[in-house]
Antibody, heavy 121, light 107 residues
Framework: EVQLVESGGGLVQPGGSLRLSCAAS????????MNWVRQAPGKGLEWVSY????????YYVDSVRGRFTISRDNAKNSLYLQMNRLRAEDTAVYYC??????????????WGQGTLVTVSS | DIQMTQSPSSLSASVGDRVTITCRAS??????LNWYQQKPGKAPTLLIH???NLQSGVPSRFSGSGSWTHFTLTISSLQPEDFATYYC?????????FGQGTKLEIK
């Protein structure tokens, strides 16, 4: 059974940093691309970042480029999102979502339960 | 960025009804269109990929169609567990973008 479990969310002050993790199991992690998708409270879904299976291709939405860094450790079956210079508008539930085989980004066929990031003073 | 617009934003329907949700892209996306269902407090789940391909395990009452800029998600006979919010998502270019969602409520 495919499982994705996020952790690392919490309350952080504006300008602060946070590192999210996503532990994957039930599939060959190194074969699939991975994504982070977020959802602000009461709002819709926003794709944030993508990393290919081999880590060679990375994309970000403009609003986080230069502040967030996606990475993965295929030996540990883990995905990460380092979030720096956080803003109030980054407040959201952050989901990790499995992408497609290899370099293909989507569809997002499995999602974690999400971890809440709250940016507030 | 490609804008995805869903209509309606909300919809009231009854068990057994046939329901159609529309998604329009601001430019042609071929059939690079996916549909997701999200229930309150839960993560989204994939229903349809590549416009019309039913994801494994999804009931056959769900179907998708369309191409280029106009897409539809149809539920042929609503079941109680189908009351949720539905999102379309384009997979044609970056950044990937979602529609604003359609909330399907019980009449």
């Amino acid at each position: 059974e495919v499982q994705l479990v996020e952790s690392g969310g919490g309350l952080v002050q504006p300008g602060g940093s946070l590192r999210l993790s996503c532990a994957a199991s039930g599939f060959t992690f190194s074969d699939y691309s991975m994504n982070w998708v977020r959802q602000a409270p009461g709002k819709g879904l926003e794709w944030v970042s993508y990393i290919s299976s081999s880590r060679t291709i990375i994309y970000y939405v403009d609003s986080v480029r230069g502040r967030f860094t996606i990475s993965r450790d295929n030996a540990k079956n883990s995905l990460y999102l380092q979030m720096n210079r956080l803003r109030a508008e980054d407040t959201a539930v952050y989901y990790c979502a499995r992408g497609n085989f290899g370099d293909y980004i989507d569809p997002f066929d499995y999602w974690g339960q999400g971890t809440l990031v709250t940016v507030s003073s | 960025d490609i804008q995805m617009t869903q209509s309606p934003s909300s919809l009231s329907a009854s068990v057994g009804d046939r329901v159609t949700i529309t998604c329009r892209a601001s430019q042609s996306i071929n059939t690079y269109l996916n549909w997701y269902q999200q229930k309150p407090g839960k993560a989204p789940t994939l229903l349809i990929h590549a416009a019309s391909n039913l994801q494994s395990g999804v009931p056959s009452r769900f179907s998708g169609s369309g191409s280029w800029t106009h897409f539809t998600l149809t539920i042929s006979s609503l079941q109680p567990e189908d009351f949720a919010t539905y999102y379309c998502q384009q997979g044609y270019s970056n950044p990937r973008t979602f529609g604003q969602g359609t909330k399907l409520e019980i009449k």
